[in-house]
């Protein structure tokens, strides 16, 4: 299996930044795809913030790009999200996910998420 640890969150001031990370770890061949998704408070369901796949292709989720930037280190198995010009609607609990291969054979992709790091935007 893979554990997915977050860290980085915390309460910063409109118009700040802060710097995420996701570290993954545990038996598995090959971590396929990282990403940041976020759950705001009163939503039930996560929206897709970004991913990075293992080529360093990435995807953002509709109205991130520009304002957050994901970035990996495949040798850390660690993924990076910067959060820049933060907003009080950017309060959010940050997951990450990671997909990956259990072994050289597997074909299925299995995933698992981290317990998640809260971000708080406030004056």
């Known amino acids: 299996q893979v554990q997915v640890v977050e860290s980085g969150g915390g309460l910063v001031q409109p118009g700040g930044s802060l710097r995420l990370s996701c570290a993954a770890s545990?038996?598995?061949?090959?971590?396929?795809?990282m990403g940041w998704y976020r759950q705001a408070p009163g939503e039930e369901e996560r929206e897709l913030v970004a991913m990075i796949y293992d080529s360093g292709r990435t995807t953002y989720g509709e109205s991130f790009e520009g304002r957050f930037t994901i970035s990996g280190d495949n040798a850390k198995n660690t993924i990076y999200l910067q959060l820049n010009s933060l907003k009080p609607e950017d309060t959010a609990v940050y997951y990450c996910?990671?997909?990956?291969?259990?072994?050289?054979?597997?074909?299925?992709?299995?995933?698992?998420w981290g317990r998640g790091t809260q971000v708080a935007v406030s004056s």
């Open positions: 996910n990671a997909e990956f291969l259990q072994t050289a054979v597997t074909i299925m992709r299995q995933s698992s």
């Open positions: 545990g038996n598995f061949f090959r971590i396929n795809v």
